[in-house]
């Protein structure tokens, strides 16, 4: 089956240290990835996408992710982290072939000590 | 550019009722979900539809009905409401196999 694994439920990190969240993948063809955030009471905003090139995609607020076929994984990873990046992260992902459908992992919460 | 609109954003259900939740989008996107939000569950698909006039189920539909009769529309019904579909729900669209755009939530309470 198809799914999306988030093997950290919460992180902390302090405010300037690096920061990487894990994200693992099971599809059988490759896959198409993202990265949301959401902030407390707030909708999902999207950080970045990956469908296929470049391994690494750069997003928004300086996060950028690596795309690792012979890892099945998919990372977060920040060189710096701020205290507005305290929000909980979700992976997702799809494949082609008419799957209309996005599966999401559990999602991995971060909390910033200033 | 309001992208993706959710009604209402709060409401409080006695068990037994129905609700209706209106999902808007003015993108003109092919795609659009219905999810569902629980802590420590992540997003769970409801329903979801890939055109005017079609709806399939995702990975939760019971309890739960949905119609997609105008594009842009797409409407998540309760016909019977039970505490445990207390939850948030979201609703997304998006076109072919881009990303999901969300509405901000629709926070249900059912007593």
């Known amino acids: 089956a198809q799914s999306v694994t988030q093997p950290d439920i919460h992180i902390t990190v302090s405010e300037g240290a690096s920061l990487e969240l894990r994200c693992n993948y099971s599809?059988?063809?490759?896959?198409?990835l993202f990265w949301y955030v959401q902030s407390p009471g707030q909708g999902l905003q999207l950080l970045l996408k990956?469908?296929?090139?470049?391994?690494l995609v750069q997003g928004i607020k300086g996060f950028e992710a690596e795309f690792k076929r012979s890892q099945s994984s998919f990372n977060l990873r920040k060189p710096s982290v701020h205290w507005s990046d305290a929000a909980e992260y979700f992976c997702?992902?799809?494949?082609?072939?008419?799957?209309?459908?996005?599966?999401f992992g559990k999602g991995t919460k971060l909390s910033v000590i200033p | 550019n309001a992208g993706v609109t959710q009604t209402p954003k709060f409401r409080v259900l006695k068990t037994g009722q129905s609700m209706t939740l209106l999902c808007a989008q003015d993108?003109?996107?092919?795609?659009m979900y219905w999810y569902r939000q629980d802590p420590g569950m992540g997003l769970r698909l409801i329903h979801y539809?890939?055109?005017?006039?079609?709806?399939a189920k995702g990975e939760v539909p019971d309890g739960y009905n949905v119609s997609r009769l105008k594009k842009q529309n797409f409407l998540l019904g309760l016909e019977s409401a039970a505490p445990s579909q207390t939850s948030v729900y979201f609703c997304?669209?998006?076109?072919?196999?881009?990303?999901?755009?969300f509405g901000e939530g629709s926070r249900l309470t059912v007593l």
């Open positions: 997304a669209s998006r076109r072919g196999f881009g990303e999901l755009f």
């Open positions: 539809s890939v055109g005017e006039g079609t709806t």
């Open positions: 997702a992902g799809g494949s082609g072939a008419g799957s209309y459908q996005l599966t």
């Open positions: 990956y469908f296929s090139g470049d391994t």
């Open positions: 993108m003109n996107h092919e795609y």
């Open positions: 599809y059988g063809a490759t896959p198409y």
